[in-house]
């Protein structure tokens, strides 16, 4: 019997050689704490028997029941004191429990012979031993301390008959209680008494055995059981780690991170193959030299084993040779790395490359983790394909930023000079105008206005959407906000008879963003809310802390509300609602999805709600300026 520590203890049967959890504690321990009980029963007996006239040798009755608490003593300190040394002896602790069991043989044996021999009543208690050993050893120790228990009680029957042993009868009011005499008849009684030692020895620890065969399932069940559960932990993070990361690089080196701990292996490698089908690189790897994984290309002509992989197959090494089976057999080999599986990275009917794991040991994988490893290797394929899409898109995403942004600056420069003619032409430099003149330039130059206006919106959102350009790190004070929303858009409100309230929480804290972006986002917020609300309308707008980390801005009005069903439209470029349209000709379409491009940058939540004729009210949640924090 072992003890291991995991967390909790565990033995392992001298016959089982698996893991069994310590139900009863260490074996030894739950007979000490019975022993304590025997002293106080063998004085009470031996006060009982003497009262109630039983004749016997009652000094040595009582010495042995004084010796009974001093050795169960001595084990107990043996126990508390060497507890650790037990835990990693597994013999130590055998010879200390059947040195135990021999003690108490002896004990019984001596109260046997002093209160008459085999006849002794006492002897059935020698079979409360036997079951006690079949309970806590194999099924051969068991016949052995059964063969002690009948030896010995032969031993008393044979040196009494001879006269080798004194002969102590056991006799109640003057008269001898030996049933077994003459002789014959205790021999006959003691082989009936030494069959049913042997008989009580076998079933009990057949049924032992059964016991622990079924506890022994139980423990491999659950060592099993916890395995996958671990794995199942390592697909979770994977999972997590997809979800939190869209970029190829940093996922698979995740990936191999989370291998290498649910395999508990040294090292992981993901491998992509190349667009012409004949070389693999490595593109994440952990525990293997970054020099290593950097300059190697897998010539697939060289390396059979991984080319019968990118052919489909799953494979295990089970011993990593110094040959040319590996492209990298002597590398690995040196670096301590003895057996190795490579399952492929599968997408549809096409394989992208390959998943293996290494381990110092030969022979370390079996059909369990081949299967593990190809659960795994579905979900990196799929992983690495999404990822790919999504960098593909982030590509084309950023051709069309620089697109709009040149398109943009290339048009507001002839843009501009033509409304400096414009103004020059209104100021009569080349003749005055006639009235009918002068309105069509007012009408062409609202025209260019809302143009240049567009093309300025645009420009914005191309920013805000080149990554390569970080916000300046400013922190902004949300009363100096609202400050310069009623200073600017306070006089507009009255010309309408619109109702115009700004109201600020005292004491907010500060919030993270980037020169004027919360202007800009107050800007198009506000004067929407003046534009589309009627005289006699109200518009509100709030600041305040909606809960420990984060702030709300609101910006409510009672004008002509959203369509319902356009309402799920608002944050697409150039999309207007119909009502908008019919209420005022002039807009780009461009200013909500300016907010919201610009809500996000800062980690916020932007949400609308509102209801067609009615008005609408829009959240904006930010989070509060964390000092050393910096906007992406």
Request: charged letters at 20%; aromatic letters at 6%; zero cysteines.
């Amino acid at each position: 019997m072992s003890a291991e520590s995991s967390g909790s203890t565990i033995l392992r049967f001298e016959n089982g050689g698996h893991r069994l959890p310590r139900l009863w504690g260490r074996r030894g321990f739950w007979q000490i704490k019975l022993r304590w009980a025997v002293a106080p029963v063998m004085f009470l007996g031996i006060l009982v028997g003497v009262l109630s006239g039983f004749e016997f040798p009652v000094i040595p009755v009582l010495l042995v029941a004084i010796a009974s608490p001093l050795y169960n003593l001595a084990f107990a300190w043996i126990y508390k004191h060497n507890s650790d040394r037990l835990d990693v002896d597994p013999a130590l602790d055998r010879r200390i429990s059947l040195l135990e069991v021999v003690v108490d043989y002896i004990a019984m044996f001596l109260l046997i012979h002093f209160t008459g021999g085999v006849s002794s009543p006492l002897v059935v208690f020698l079979l409360f031993h036997v079951i006690i050993t079949a309970i806590q050893f194999s099924r051969k120790t068991a016949f052995q301390l059964s063969a002690v228990a009948a030896g010995g009680l032969w031993l008393l029957l044979i040196g009494g008959t001879a006269g080798w042993l004194p002969v102590h009868e056991l006799k109640f009011r003057g008269q001898s209680i030996d049933y077994l005499d003459p002789p014959i008849f205790a021999a006959i009684g003691l082989l009936f008494f030494t069959a049913m030692l042997f008989l009580s020895a076998g079933m009990v620890a057949r049924v032992m055995k059964s016991y622990r065969e079924g506890v022994d399932r139980l423990a491999r069940a659950s060592e099993q059981l916890a395995e996958l559960n671990e794995k199942l932990s390592g697909l979770y993070a994977m999972v997590e780690a997809i979800g939190a990361e869209r970029h190829l690089g940093p996922i698979l080196q995740t990936v191999t991170s989370e291998m290498t701990r649910v395999m508990s292996v040294p090292a992981a490698t993901i491998k992509l193959l190349s667009e012409d089908g004949k070389t693999l690189r490595y593109v994440a790897s952990e525990g293997l030299p970054q020099d290593l994984v950097t300059e190697t290309v897998i010539d697939l002509e060289r390396s059979p084993l991984n080319r019968r992989v990118i052919q489909g197959e799953t494979l295990v090494q089970a011993v990593i040779k110094d040959d040319d089976t590996l492209q990298l057999g002597p590398i690995l080999s040196q670096l301590g790395l003895q057996s190795a599986a490579f399952v492929p990275l599968r997408v549809e009917d096409r394989v992208i490359g390959s998943m293996g794991i290494y381990s110092r040991r030969p022979d370390r994988f079996d059909a369990r983790d081949t299967d593990f490893l190809e659960q795994a290797a579905r979900l990196v394929a799929i992983t690495i394909e999404d990822a790919r899409i999504n960098e593909a898109v982030e590509a084309v995403m950023a051709e069309r930023t620089q697109f709009m942004l040149q398109v943009a600056h290339n048009l507001r420069a002839p843009l501009s000079a033509a409304l400096s003619m414009m103004e020059l032409l209104k100021e009569g430099s080349m003749g005055e105008l006639t009235e009918q003149q002068r309105e069509y330039m007012d009408r062409i130059e609202n025209r260019l206005a809302s143009l240049n206006q567009a093309i300025g919106e645009l420009l914005t959102i191309a920013r805000a959407r080149d990554r390569s350009h970080e916000i300046p790190d400013v922190v902004v004070d949300l009363e100096g906000l609202a400050a310069y929303t009623r200073r600017s858009f306070r006089d507009e409100a009255t010309r309408k008879g619109i109702s115009f309230d700004v109201n600020v929480e005292a004491d907010l804290p500060k919030i993270d963003s980037g020169a004027d972006l919360l202007e800009q986002v107050m800007d198009n917020l506000v004067s929407n809310a003046i534009k589309y609300t009627d005289s006699g309308g109200r518009v509100e707008i709030g600041f305040a802390r909606k809960d420990a980390g984060t702030l709300e801005i609101r910006v409510a009005d009672t004008g002509i509300g959203i369509p319902e069903g356009e309402q799920e439209k608002l944050f697409q470029e150039f999309f207007r609602a119909s009502n908008a349209k019919q209420h005022t000709t002039t807009g780009t379409g461009l200013g909500l999805a300016l907010v919201k491009q610009t809500v996000e940058r800062h980690h916020g939540e932007l949400t609308i709600t509102s209801a067609e004729g009615k008005g609408t009210m829009v959240t904006i949640l930010l989070p509060i300026h964390q000092p050393d924090s910096a906007l992406s």
